[in-house]
């Protein structure tokens, strides 16, 4: 209308469509995603999402607690499930390796028995008899083919491999949790600033309409306003 009444030039017109038809291109974009997220919903849940409630002004944002990135390594390093699975993988390789070391080591055993014998029937007559036995027994291994040697030496390299894994979780589950904690205070900062630029945004559309109505800005430099508002 104000280029039809040539108050505004051709350059502002064209400039002021193209910004609006960016603006239609986008809502309908948000249009397709908001419908496909909706259908995507109904499929896994089995009901037909109504309507979207709006975000409240008011949604409290808090920092985390634990308020250091190193409370929360310590909780991931006492309830990671992977850490503690890990841990009981390590101490169980330590043990098939003490046990394979136990291999070279004399084993000493003591045997008891007792046998009861009663006989009945028959027109000979055995008395019962008893006959009991307690010994020790001391084996001492002198060689085997090597046997014990490589298998110690395998659930070394058994146990060394599982604990190396172990400390690769262990750097992995860490540095997730640190970059997670940083992602997550950035963004409650992030939050804060975007308050604070929703604010000046609407304190610059009011005065950019204002200097519109007296002829100070053009209709482009209004929607421009309204882009970074909205």
């Known amino acids: 209308r104000a280029y ?3 108050i505004t030039s ?19 974009a948000a249009r397709g995603v908001l419908t496909a997220e909706r259908q995507n919903y109904a499929a896994v849940t089995g009901e037909i999402m109504p309507s979207l409630a709006s975000l409240s002004n008011d949604v409290p944002i808090e920092m985390p607690q634990p308020a250091t990135a190193q409370e929360w390594v310590q909780l991931a390093r006492s309830r990671n499930a992977k850490l503690l699975s890990a841990e009981y993988a390590v101490k169980a390789a330590d043990y098939d390796h003490q046990k394979a070391k136990a ?3 004399p084993k000493v055993q003591m045997i008891a028995n007792y046998v009861k014998t009663e006989t009945h029937g028959g ?33 070394l390299y058994t146990a060394d491999k599982i604990r190396d894994m172990g400390l690769q979780q262990q ?5 997730t949790v640190n970059n997670l904690f940083t992602v997550v205070t950035a963004e409650m900062r992030r939050v804060g600033y975007r308050k604070r630029a929703v604010v000046s945004s609407n304190n610059a559309l009011r005065a950019t309409r204002k200097s519109y109505d007296d002829g100070a800005r053009t209709i482009l430099d209004v929607l421009q306003a309204q882009n970074h508002y909205y």
């Open 10 to 28: 051709e350059t502002d017109f064209l400039e002021t469509q193209v910004a609006v038809d960016s603006f239609m291109a986008n809502r309908e």
């Open 171 to 175: 750097i992995y589950v860490e540095t």
């Open 123 to 155: 027109q000979a007559f055995t008395p019962a008899s008893e006959l009991a036995s307690v010994g020790v027994e001391l084996q001492v291994p002198i060689y085997s083919g090597g046997f014990v040697s490589a298998s110690r030496r395998q659930k």
């Open 103 to 105: 291999g070279h080591y």
């Open 4 to 6: 039809e009444q040539g």
